[in-house]
């Protein structure tokens, strides 16, 4: 047998995490409310059956305000799962009790797991279940979904569940006020089946369930007219939700008591963190520290992988020449597939694997909601929306899942300005690149104290740039394109949680940096053979890619460059990963590279005229310039319309040009 | 809700008008506990008030609703923002960030 099992509750209560502990999935988790946007689905066996699980996204009800609220509400009404689970949050039983009653007007069937059963143990809270079960009536699990713990308990309650072997009705709450209006809507209602869902919903005027009713029943009918004497208002929908909430208290005064302020510790860091004098510059101060730690170590090995991936490619060069291979198909592969790849691996993954584990450690710690509560009346002096930060935060880790989590901004206009300015945060294939060239350029001073601190300085003045650039068009989209007020706006501030560290080496490096290996490797292999081409097919004694550059030189000139660097940004176009192979191979005469450290990486550059406003140019361009092809397709994706990537394709390039040209200008 | 009849202290023309610091900087009402009723976003930390009504409609009352900003419940400022900062609140064990023009729509019991 197959069965179906979907995983609700609010916000970063760990859904995904017990998601991952059910599947053994990797399901990326973060310990900040609308880290999941989309649904996820995986599979466990448990006694020979089949059973399907359904991540669905964080919602704070299921009225259907925002798009995932209505994902949620649309899964567990309509298509209609064996079990429900609803996850809540140890620490924060009251609200998500809420939610619970929420969802049990929905569906009959539900499971209330109550995880980070941990915290609730350190923070002195205890929980009597056996008085929550006979409250409400449903099956209660604790978890600790981090640590595995009660993971089997779960799996043979939702068995047990699905195969009726528990005996006991879950709550109805009775909403006293209201049983005359209810019944009388009930008795009005023909032509359904689904009398009491219905009649409920109607009762508290909710337009969007209706929507998504008629798309799932086309053939019914309900006759509204017949309803409209009973004076539907909000007031009906504020009384059943205040009588939810009453009861939820009722049965949390009953059964959950408290001994100390859990929040008092977060309470005390964010003192700190979210001061108005020390919020941002604290800001900026860990970001100099990670990429200075970054910059640092990543060097060693660098150099070491550039030096043994050369090793390796005389030996292949050698092999090829003993079995008698055609040159050019040698050359073809060792030069052009062989060293563009390697060159890739060995700038690319160093800094990735130490910068992933910061990013990832401030994540679950809670951080990145604090990031926006600090930035966010510059955001609305913007016209923008607050959580645009946090999407900022994710583009940080690659553009294209920023765009997709716009989605947890509510209002449309200021979704489709986060999208178009996401591309101003380097994500990682640009990173390296901004790396490589601090560590190489600004490396030049006498003093050793400032070789050390000036690049990591570097590196975040590019992302300050980044991140004003990104309120400056911001700014510019809502006084002209996408015109309007900045919404409303409420933001949950977690709980600072303790990360695991290994859970956090294990996602940031497995998950995380072999990803986006396996993308640019994927990209690098035939970027490289067609640059091998490019540059050994010659049309009147100089070869295809000379032509391209020299066609292009003037253009670069203007602005600070040259014809080179911009055609490589044109064919990194698929990954922004490949630009520096790309520009150091165009380099080279023979159309190959023979770089066996960072600081070869330098002469090569050096030697074709870069300078280091040359460097600061194609950092700034590197920064600014259009969205790589996956983001655009994303942004395709979401959006649905050509005008907008087309849009979101031009104003980062027209930008990334005319700032560079006044950089040419004044040096 | 009564409002405070301000007007009338100018139109007696013969009486003093109060001092500007002997007005009450906010709206207030006994209410039937005896205490007055406030906006939200004009407290101070670490006041603890229970929430009177929402003025919110549509959309956004549902999201306030849900985030645990009910009437009856009871809601602690944390931390009040300076200027357009956002300001802390501590409602149902979870701390929530608003802007001022969310919290001006509560009207709470202090």
Known sequence: MTYEIALTGNPNTGKSSIFNALTKLKQHTGNWPGKTVSTAQGHYIYNKNTFKVIDTPGAYSLMGFSEEEIVARDY?????????VVVCDATTLERNMNFLFGVLDYHKKVILVINMIDEAIKNGITINKLGLLYDLGIPIVYTNAKENIGIDELKATIYKHINNEFKFNPINISYDKMTDKYNKIKTKLFFTNNKELLSKRILDADDSFFNSYYQYFPNERINVELLRDLKITKENRNYIIKTNFETSRKIIERNVTYTSDSLQKTKNIDKVLTSKKYGIPIMLLLLFVVFFITIKLANYPSSLLLTIFDFI????????????????????LINGVYTTLTNVISVMLPPMA???PFFTFLEDL??????????DHHFKKCGCHGKQSLTMCMGLGCNASGVIGTRIIDSKRERLIAIITNTFIPCNGRFPLIFTLAATFFTTFPSPLLNAIVPGFVATIIIFIGIMITMLVSKFLAKTMLKGEASTFSLELPPYRKPKLLAILYTSFIDRTLFVLKRAIIIAAPAGAIIFLLS???????????????????????IGMDGVIILAFILALPANEIVLPLIIMLYSVSGSLAATSLNDFQSILIDNGWTIFTAINVLLFSLLHFPCSTTLLTIFKETKSIKWTIVSFFIPTLIAVSICFFMALIF | MLIPPFNIYYEKKNQMPLLINQFPIFTYNENRYGGRIMKLCDLDTGVLVKIISINAFGLLNERLMSLGFIPGNKVMVIKKGHKNQLSI??????LIALRNEESILFEVDY
Do not use: M, Q
């Open chain 2, 89 to 94: 609140y501590e409602v149902s064990k979870t």
């Open chain 1, 313 to 332: 490619g005389n030996l292949l060069f050698k092999f090829f020449n003993l079995i008698n291979l055609n040159n050019f198909i040698a050359n073809l």
């Open chain 1, 366 to 375: 809670g951080y990145l909601p604090r990031i926006a509560y600090n930035l």
């Open chain 1, 354 to 356: 130490i910068f992933f």
């Open chain 1, 76 to 84: 567990i009404c309509f298509h209609d799962p064996d079990v429900v």
């Open chain 1, 536 to 558: 050994n097919i010659f049309i009147e004694d100089v070869s295809i890619s000379h032509h391209l550059a020299n066609f292009l030189n003037s253009f670069g000139i203007t």
